[in-house]
């Protein structure tokens, strides 16, 4: 009788561990997010794009430019991540619009970390990304 008590106290200790390691899981994976996406399409879209359009208009030579592109980079993630397997907002206008502005950015900041972003992309961007904004806003 002994034995069995002592088998079922182990098999318990067991699943209660086991549940406890499912529940860290699950509230990790739900947890805030570092970027400040609300999840609304439109104020995240708007909210992206503002701090984006910012980020490329620091200059070359300032000490928070690395930081700043790390968090756009950051930012660009999370977007893409948060909004593209959405079938109802991955077909609109204002979301092929900002993607391809979070692509061109994403693909300088990956192939030339140590660079400034150029003129010409910089200007871009920038267009891309309030054109994406004027759209969202629209309902585009």
Known sequence: MAALFSSFQRGLARVAVALGLCLTLLLTACGTDTYGLSGSYVDDTVAVADAL??????????????EAETRARGMINDY?????????VNGLSSFTTMQT???????HYANYPNRPVPDVLKERVSKELKKAETAVVRGA
């Open 101 to 107: 502005a979070l692509n061109s950015l994403a693909g």
């Open 80 to 88: 893409m991540a948060r909004y593209r397997p959405q079938r109802a």
């Open 53 to 66: 359009i910012a980020t490329v208009g620091i200059s070359a030579d300032d000490p928070g430019r690395s």
